[in-house]
């Protein structure tokens, strides 16, 4: 007699599931947006600072660098500075108190942001809105003692945003 019952023994085994190897890292450079703007996904900290940085074309990498460093050496409240990427630029603020520059890539130029800049002395030179005041950095042109002087001045306002 045959039962009906077929035990677990009984049936073929699968053979086990080779492991899955996990997804190959994209080595691929970031896209470059209109003017040379590298596209860099919204995120907090260093590390996507540091890859718009690395993905900045020709000379504007090396105004990048500089301007990181020097926002990094001049925020007086430098334990407190954030960074972060959004809307393809990055943002420096300090923690608690909002965004104070952000910078973004043009085809001839770095533009500089200040957030609350007719509160700098002297007011950088462009600007039409309320607040916020910027400074176009063409390849040989950044007059560091002068970026110093407005970093410390803005870091030590309240910021835009939080």
């Known amino acids: 007699m045959i039962s009906k019952d077929k035990s677990r023994a009984s049936k073929p085994r699968k053979p086990a599931a080779k492991p899955k190897s ?4 994209s080595a691929k450079a970031p896209i470059l947006l209109s003017g040379g703007n590298p596209q ?5 900290g260093d ?3 540091r890859a718009y940085i690395a993905a900045m074309p020709d000379w504007k990498r090396a105004i990048g660098k500089r301007l990181d460093a020097l926002v990094v050496r001049n925020a007086p409240k430098a334990p407190n500075l954030r960074k972060a990427v959004k809307w393809n630029s990055p943002f420096y603020g300090i923690e608690g108190r909002g965004w104070f520059l952000s910078f973004h890539v043009f085809t001839r130029y770095v533009k500089v942001s200040f957030f609350r800049g007719t509160s700098l002395r002297p007011v950088p030179p462009g ?16 007059d560091e003692a002068q970026m110093a002087a407005w970093v410390k001045q803005a870091a030590a306002l309240p910021g835009w945003g939080q």
Not at 127 to 142: Q, S, V
């Open 22 to 25: 996990p997804p190959k890292a």
């Open 40 to 44: 860099i996904a919204k995120a907090d």
């Open 47 to 49: 590390a996507p600072v």
């Open 127 to 142: 600007g039409t809105g309320k607040d916020a005041r910027w400074i176009d950095i063409h390849e040989d042109d950044l």
